[in-house]
């Protein structure tokens, strides 16, 4: 029976190494025993030490398996492998990890110099893929100010856009009729171009391309071989009802062309609501203030209050004081993701007279010699509070 080394031993590091601490040791030891590396006659042993090494990397990386392995060794973390204690390929998942060891190169080169299959761990690593097809179009904003009847039964209006259309010359190729994208001859319509840096295979995008493949040699005179051309378009928005300043409409496929045919990006409408001279909105439910004269709110009667609808006779009952406030249901703002409408408050102010007639004075006097043997409710609490206070 074969005995396992220690996993600490096999990267040389402490027991009390970082994680950067493994990944560095990791990296030295990756390094040194690449199959580029060593000679024919030593590649077996390499593919074991990397197994070896790798397995001792799978561990110790691992918060959870670390501790496991600190307190009970291999014993421990050993069914964390096929074939209890037989490390495989397909158990390495830090995967990502590899990315930041070694850097933008193609990793899978280093797994297939092991005889391990490309179709597992091709893709895996590396950077600068191919871009993989026409790009989906940009998205756009659009600040729209609407009234606030507008935000209250939605409206429907006309904005326009300055945006990038597809160009109807080329029909997006970018090509001059006639003519038609040509295989990129720096990377062979890959898309990629590979180099040797040291004994890694770094790929990277290709510059002549950008990663299409494809290159133009007679661009379209219309479009400058972009594809697209900047127009201004008018669209017909809707504005649903119940939409308040910072409401963020989505109109799908009205946003920019996508490259060479690709669909559309979205356009979205950020909502501003201008303020309303008499209305002020809290969420659903909408306030105003309506002023009373004096006789009315004693007497009681009818007074003209304003709705969203227009004006209605609103009943105030003898005795209303300052500031009460009469419910309107159903009068306020639409749902906006709901059904009904919420309510309108209507808040009485009583209307004082600021330069009285004289008639108007000798009234009040008259009232006023009346009202000390008769006090509002209000004063006649407020007459049994001082008492209280001071008796």
């Not at 959870?64 to 392995?69: G, H, L």
């Not at 790009?135 to 756009?140: F, Q």
């Not at 017909?236 to 300043?245: E, F, L, N, R």
């Not at 979205?266 to 909105?281: A, C, G």
Request: aromatic share 8%.
């Amino acid at each position: 029976m074969t005995t396992k080394r220690d996993y600490y031993e096999i990267l040389g590091i402490s027991k009390n190494a970082s994680a950067d601490d493994v990944k560095r040791a990791y990296r030295n030891l990756a390094l040194k025993y690449h199959p580029d590396r060593v000679s024919a006659d030593k590649k077996k042993e390499a593919e074991e030490k990397f197994k070896e090494m790798s397995e001792a990397y799978e561990v110790l990386i691992d918060p959870q398996k670390k501790a496991t392995y600190d307190q009970y060794g291999h014993s421990g973390v050993d069914n964390s492998f096929k074939g209890h204690g037989g490390f495989e390929w397909q158990d390495f998942h830090h995967f990502d990890d590899l990315k930041d060891i070694f850097g933008e190169v193609d990793i899978s080169d280093l797994f297939r110099s092991f005889g391990v299959g490309g179709d597992v761990y091709g893709g895996q690593f590396g950077g600068g893929g191919r871009r993989g097809g026409p790009r989906r179009g940009s998205d756009l904003e659009y600040r729209i100010e609407i009234s606030f009847d507008d935000a209250a039964f939605g409206a429907e209006k006309t904005i326009a856009i300055p945006r990038y259309e597809t160009c109807e010359v080329c029909g997006g190729t970018g090509a001059k009729p006639g003519s038609k994208r040509e295989r990129c001859s720096s990377c062979g319509g890959r898309g990629q171009v590979s180099s040797s840096s040291g004994f890694f295979n770094v790929v990277r995008t290709c510059d002549r391309c950008g990663g299409e493949g494809t290159i133009i040699k007679t661009p379209c005179s219309a479009c400058g071989g972009r594809g697209r051309i900047k127009v201004k378009r008018n669209i017909k928005v809707k504005i649903p009802a119940g939409v308040d300043t910072g409401s963020r409409l989505r109109v799908q496929g009205e946003g920019e062309a996508g490259e060479r045919g690709a669909r559309r990006g979205d356009l979205y409408l950020v909502i501003h609501v201008r303020p309303h001279e008499i209305f002020e909105r809290h969420g659903a439910d909408i306030y105003c203030e309506v002023p009373v004269d004096f006789v009315t709110a004693t007497l009681g009667g009818e007074v003209e209050a304003p709705t969203l609808e227009g004006k209605i006779k609103l009943k105030v009952p003898a005795g209303t004081q300052g500031g009460r406030s009469f419910r309107l249901r159903n009068k306020g703002i639409a749902h906006l993701h709901d059904y009904g409408r919420g309510d309108q408050l209507v808040k009485v102010q009583i209307d004082v007279p600021s330069n009285p007639t004289a008639d108007q004075k000798r009234l009040l006097r008259e009232f006023a010699r009346a009202s000390e043997r008769n006090p509002g409710p209000l004063a006649q609490t407020f007459m049994e509070k001082m008492k209280r206070l001071f008796r």
